[in-house]
């Protein structure tokens, strides 16, 4: 006979319970909490599925229902004394509804194992977080568009190794962001098709003898379909490690985005203003106020993609079918999706609230000879020059303003042709930085008609 302090679950063939290391190297309890209302959503969906079946009584499936509404009522109201005895989400709802139902408790249980109990709790979990996850970046796209929008002809430079390279329009660079968070949420969605099939009723790790009927259960916690293969499905964490993949990639766009932020919110730059709201101030400078949400928002990316690198090396070499490693697979993920929506959700916030200092990025776009490649394709156009001629005479024009402290547009039209003689008046059409961009318009081209083209399409896309 078990020893009353062994473990009320599983503690039958123990004489003794566990040290108190052992309980808390084994508890998850307190981070698996979190999974309260997945873990009592699939116990629900297996109990009706228990009755319909004709495994259970519908007497008992009934009493089983209440019983487990009750016991999330409490959870939801913090009524709930969880037990690190119990150690785990699993393990604390079935003793609490015993408690609450009595025996029938005893037969929810049957056809099931804590292996395909957590894989579908989590599951739901971190399918949970996929759609909020596209929630918050469909709305950081509205906001980006929006400011796309607003500025869709609005000069600033263009960068390449962080030197200025060429015009290009406000709304083209925050078009670029739509686009990159558009792959974002392309990858959420599909992890979010690919994910969603149902472990529950693998059981152990070999499936059940009892007559379950897993196309029910599947259906009603909203899944596809089953899984098909019993081991598998109690030893996969590929949907936890596609989020974490595709959470590591979308932190690291906002960690791009956000390091611009603070450069262009910088007195160097002064790109854009960024609300009161979303900065901070000095305890010592009066004068400051920091851009901390964009470095924070920049740094997340490093215990994101920590949590990617810590699950696979989990996973890594682990044999079939469940083992109790993959345990350490939730706290990872409960943290990058934190992190990842508040995230998210600051970003969000800044573009929305952050204005662009057109003028300042109207000056700075005609600096550092950004229209020079404009000027070379002139002479290959007009001229028909070659363009690697044309280069060169640019690259003669460039250093020459460069000797006399001025911008290509600054040049007389007697130092043109002292380089090249059959230059003519016209070439200062293209040296604007508005003719420079207004002239880009091959397909994805930074033309202000382009970048209103490509609003339109994606406001339609997000609606
Ligand atoms: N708390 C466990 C986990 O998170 C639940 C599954 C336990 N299964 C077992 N056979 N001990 O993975």
């Known amino acids: 006979m078990a020893d009353k302090t062994s473990n009320q679950m599983w503690g039958g063939r123990f004489a003794a319970g566990p040290d108190a290391i052992m309980e808390a190297i084994n508890a998850s309890i307190g981070y698996?909490?979190?999974?309260?209302?997945?873990?009592?959503?699939?116990?629900?969906?297996?109990?009706?599925?228990?009755?319909?079946?004709?495994?259970?009584?519908?007497?008992?499936?009934?009493?089983?229902?209440?019983?487990?509404?009750?016991?999330?009522?409490?959870?939801?109201?913090?009524?709930?004394?969880f037990s690190a005895a119990l150690e785990d989400i699993h393990m604390n709802v079935e003793a609490r509804l015993k408690e609450v139902i009595g025996a029938p408790a005893g037969r929810l249980h049957t056809g099931r194992s804590r292996n395909d109990q957590v894989a579908t709790d989590f599951k739901l979990w971190v399918r949970d977080q996929l759609d909020a996850i596209e929630g918050a970046l469909v709305a950081l796209m509205r906001a980006l568009v929006a400011q796309a929008d607003a500025g869709a002809d609005w000069v600033m430079p263009g960068f390449t190794h962080l030197q200025v390279a060429q015009p290009v329009t406000w709304g083209h660079h925050m078009m670029a962001y739509v686009e990159m968070f558009g792959r974002d949420l392309s990858r959420i969605r599909d992890a979010r098709a690919r994910m969603n099939e149902c472990p529950l009723g693998s059981a152990a790790l070999a499936g059940t003898s009892f007559p379950i009927d897993r196309d029910m259960t599947a259906q009603a916690l909203g899944f596809d379909r089953p899984t098909a293969n019993s081991l598998d499905a109690v030893s996969d964490r590929d949907f936890a490690l596609e989020f974490l993949g595709a959470a590591s990639i979308c932190a690291m766009h906002l960690s791009?985005?956000?390091?611009?932020?603070?450069?262009?919110s910088s007195a160097q730059f002064r790109f854009v203003s960024l609300s009161d709201r979303f900065s901070t101030g000095s305890s010592i400078m009066p004068q400051k106020k920091n851009p901390d949400a964009a470095e924070l928002i920049r740094a997340k990316i490093g215990r994101i993609f920590g949590a990617n690198v810590a699950l696979m090396m989990v996973m890594k070499g682990l044999p079939l079918a469940y083992s109790k490693d993959m345990q350490e697979d939730k706290e990872q993920v409960f943290d990058a999706a934190d992190n990842l929506m508040l995230a998210l959700a600051a970003m969000e916030g800044m573009v929305r609230d952050m204005s662009a200092n057109r003028d300042v990025l109207e000056a700075a776009a005609a600096t550092g000879f950004s229209t020079a490649t404009d000027l070379a394709d002139w002479l290959v156009r007009v001229l028909g020059m070659p363009f690697r001629d044309a280069h060169h005479v640019t690259g003669t024009l460039v250093a020459l303003a460069e000797r006399q402290g001025c911008d290509l547009p600054d040049l007389t039209l007697e130092d043109m042709q002292g380089v090249h003689g059959a230059i003519t008046q016209d070439v200062f059409d293209v040296l604007g930085v508005h003719n420079s961009v207004a002239s880009r318009v091959s397909y994805g081209g930074t033309a202000p008609e382009n970048v209103r083209a490509q609003v339109a399409r994606w406001q339609e896309v997000l609606g």
Do not use: C, P, Y
């Open 32 to 81: 698996d909490k979190r999974m309260a209302a997945q873990d009592i959503a699939g116990s629900k969906a297996h109990a009706a599925m228990l009755a319909a079946t004709g495994i259970i009584t519908d007497s008992d499936a009934s009493a089983m229902k209440e019983g487990l509404d009750s016991v999330l009522a409490e959870i939801e109201g913090g009524n709930f004394a």
């Open 256 to 264: 791009r985005m956000a390091e611009e932020l603070v450069i262009w």
